[in-house]
């Protein structure tokens, strides 16, 4: 018998790891068009429909039924669960989850990340760690539960654009945004999305990151770190990289980074900036 990890879509797990987790799918939806996030739309052709589009995506979370199918199959090959999930507070992925457990009894483990994206594929990964070092399921979701509320995700959005399209801001603000070049900066913790403030340009925006990692004692580079962008052009990111230079260098051999899936970008738009690192405590 062995442990297998599964998680969500919303997951942005870098690719070289991808195949050692079991995904659950969420839906994308484009007006009455339906894609199975990663499936039948990549992330690629996610971004030029977003940014082609008239219309406003909007995604599903995954369903209690998607879960069961990969948990049965997994449980009659005689294996273990740990299941992963974004924030409860963000999605009712999590509950679809624990729905779907119910029918294993003994068998399958879920646990709220209480993050989101490149937040929630860091602890995927230092699950991983923990799997490949031996630990037993239990040993896992206790250590997950630690250490899930030392996740930082610190985001810096590029336009307005699309929180404008989502409803979620009027056409005036954005429109008074854009003249100014306003960039809203955004973090993640335990589960809820907080605004730490407006910065105008990138570089003014970088110093928001830069800021909120120094408020959380550093960055633990003995775990996982994780930087992400949207859309199809990471040339914000990589002006990110070189404008933090001092933070990284000497420290990590090598700063990874990854596309932001659907979920977020739907949001978020493309030319968004991230980064998910565990505060050293």
């Known amino acids: 018998m062995s442990l297998k990890i599964v998680l969500d879509s919303t997951s942005d797990i870098v690719p070289e790891l991808l195949g050692k987790f079991e995904i659950v799918p969420l839906t994308v939806n484009f007006g009455e068009e339906e894609f ?115 996740i930082i995700i610190v985001a810096l959005i590029d336009t307005l654009e699309y929180l404008k399209k989502g409803g979620r801001l009027s056409k005036t603000a954005a429109f008074a945004g854009s003249l100014l070049n306003i960039k809203p900066v955004v973090s993640v913790e335990d589960g809820e999305i907080n605004v730490l403030g407006k910065a105008r340009g990138s570089k003014q925006g970088n110093n928001f990151l830069i800021k909120e990692i120094e408020k959380a004692g550093g960055v633990d580079f003995s775990m996982p770190l994780l930087l992400g962008y949207t859309g199809h052009d990471p040339y914000m990111l990589e002006k990110y990289k070189e404008d933090s230079r001092f933070i990284w260098e000497g420290k990590v051999e090598n700063l990874r980074e990854t596309c932001i899936g659907s979920v977020i970008g739907t949001h978020a738009g493309p030319g968004a900036i991230a980064v998910a690192f565990f505060k050293n405590k």
């Open 36 to 150: 199975i996030d990663g499936v039948t739309i990549t992330r690629e052709e996610f971004y030029a429909k977003l940014i082609e589009s008239d219309v406003i995506p909007t995604t599903s979370q995954a369903s209690p039924e998607a879960f069961e199918r990969v948990f049965k199959k997994l449980v009659e090959n005689g294996d273990e669960v740990l299941c992963i999930t974004v924030a409860s507070k963000l999605s009712g992925t999590y509950q679809s989850a624990c729905i779907a457990a119910e029918e294993f009894p003994g068998k399958v483990r879920v646990i709220d990340s209480r993050s989101v994206a490149i937040g929630s594929a860091i602890l995927a990964e230092f699950a991983l760690y923990l799997l490949e070092k031996g630990l037993s399921a239990e040993e896992i979701e206790k250590e997950l539960i630690n250490k899930r509320e030392d």
